[in-house]
């Protein structure tokens, strides 16, 4: 028998299968496509918030099991699946020095290894090849990153290797509620029953439930990114300026994102982001005009009020749970989340 339903198999929704199986519920997912090829595979995966003193606190102590625990679930994962999600300690580099007291303020209070930094030469040191206009930055040495496709399907792995069912190509047509309580589901013209079902549809969450009063402000915002195709020594740190991040992968490809779009859910990229992405990445670092541009994509993030997502019960349908809303950071908050969910969930 099926304890629990979960609509989306996303990072989110196959994290918190994890959990939930590990703490005893037979556990199914429903993906309406392929397992973790939305915004869990489009993204970044740096292991931060970007501009991290500038989200509330639910966000930042999400974040922080996240940096706490991923290197060795990252490790328990290739183990399990036989898939290196490849987590890195890049470290991170924040340029500009805005908003220095709240930034020196979160950095004690979550802990974080921060150095400001205040001149070119060190700049330099730390980041060779960084364009010379930037003399300053937030130098954090311990931010560390996955790469987002082998992390899925390391988790997809560790699901396998657990015993946690799936479906692909499975959408959800119909929350099945009777009486103010969910009794399952409704995909391919069958119905599914579970006591419990959980909404983990990233971008997709707010379509989900929005037949119900309170259904949660979730929607889409596109990403584009372009990959460079560099050599593992041209960069080795992630560097963000502004909204704009650069991200050295293991095999030296570069990733530069990403664009901030509401466009509904067309996942369309443009040739004009495509220039402005370069543009941009080459304003910061200047060598990347010499590499070819080996993919341009987009993904839909699941946009939400301050970013906070929404990790628990629906206030009116008894059995409903939701941990969506993410939106740039599912990655980081992603372990927190599903954590919490589970443990709501089994209380």
Known sequence: MTDCIIVGGGLIGMLSARELK?????????????????????????????????????????????????????????????????YVRSGMMVLGCEQRSQVIDWSKKWSMNLSIINDATEMQAILPGLHEEFKQGYWMPDIAQMRNPKLVKAVKGSLNALGVPY??????????????????????????????????????????????????EIKPVKGQMILFKGNPDLLKTIILSENRYLIPRRDGRILCGSSIEHSGFSKATSQSMKEDLLESAISIFPALADLQIEHHWAGLRPGSPQGVPYIGSHHEIEGLYINAGHYRNGVILGLGSAFRIADIMIA
């Open 22 to 86: 590990k703490k005893g519920l037979n556990v199914l997912i429903l993906e309406k496509g392929e397992m973790g090829k939305e915004a869990s595979w489009a993204g970044g995966g740096i292991l931060s918030p970007l501009h991290p003193w500038q989200y509330p606190d639910e966000v930042n102590q999400l974040a922080s099991i996240g940096h706490q625990q991923y290197e060795n679930v990252a490790e328990t994962l290739y183990v399990e699946s036989g898939v290196d999600p490849e």
């Open 167 to 216: 479906k692909e190509n499975a959408e959800v047509r119909r929350l099945n509620v009777v009486n103010g309580r969910v009794s399952g589901v409704e995909v391919d013209g069958k119905t599914l029953h579970a006591d419990k079902v959980l909404i983990a549809g990233g971008a997709w969450s707010g379509e989900i439930l929005k037949e119900f009063e309170h259904a949660p």
